[in-house]
């Protein structure tokens, strides 16, 4: 089955202890990107990236790191989270950039106390 | 002002009725236009894209592009109560993606 997953789907950590989210597609999609979602604010890119070793800025990238060494993983890395970080997350995915539908994993909420 | 903005919800249509979601985008580098639909707890899901002028339809949805008064619109025809959901307008260009905040339309029985 195409999809895209997401590790942890839930997680509630402390201020400043480092984590990671995971995303991986089966698909063989170039194009991947991390998205949160906001009550109010809609869903805002924090990271994409357009192929292996290819990552750019998105609308909201301070406070986060993503790396691609694999095309089908884009893990996402909160070094020192911290509550404002607080929010559900989605992974997507997409053949390439601009005019292909992205494909959404099943969201990794986030609570940082 | 927001790069990519939709009219505000909450929007309720009776069963049958058609409803009407806008949307505005201010970069007039926008090349892809899509709106997705997401229910509540679920991820986001294709509704419809559409990249030249014009309309596009599929089934009971049609969507409504004019890239001169930057405005996109998605219209439900026979609105049914499994349509209640929040519907994300989205713009790309240039690897960047950009979505609404959404407009939450209940279609009430």
């Known amino acids: 089955e195409a999809q895209v997953t997401q590790n942890p789907r839930y997680l509630i950590t402390v201020t400043g202890k480092k984590l990671t989210v995971t995303c991986s597609q089966n698909?063989?999609?170039?194009?991947m990107s991390w998205y949160r979602q906001d009550p109010g604010l809609g869903l805002r890119q924090i990271y994409y990236?357009?192929?292996?070793?290819?990552?750019d800025k998105g609308d909201v990238p301070e406070g986060y790191k993503v790396s691609r060494k694999e095309k089908r993983n884009f893990p996402l890395i909160l070094e020192s989270p911290s509550p404002n970080q607080t929010s559900l997350y989605f992974c997507?995915?997409?053949f390439g950039q601009g005019e292909y539908e992205q494909y959404f994993g099943p969201g990794t909420r986030l609570t940082v106390t | 002002q927001k790069e990519v903005e939709q009219n505000s919800g909450p929007l309720s249509v009776p069963e049958g009725a058609i409803a009407s979601l806008n949307c505005t985008y201010s970069d007039r580098g926008s090349q892809s236009f899509f709106w997705y639909r997401q229910y509540s707890g679920k991820s986001p899901e294709l509704i419809m894209s559409i990249y030249s002028n014009g309309d596009k339809e599929d089934g009971r949805f049609t969507a409504q592009l004019n890239k001169a008064s930057q405005y996109v619109s998605l219209l439900i025809r026979d609105s049914q109560p499994s349509d209640s959901a929040t519907y994300l307008c989205a713009v790309s260009g240039a690897g960047k993606s950009t979505f609404g905040d959404g407009t939450t339309l209940t279609v009430k029985p």
């Open positions: 990236s357009m192929n292996v070793e290819v990552t």
């Open positions: 698909m063989n999609h170039e194009y």
């Open positions: 997507a995915s997409s």
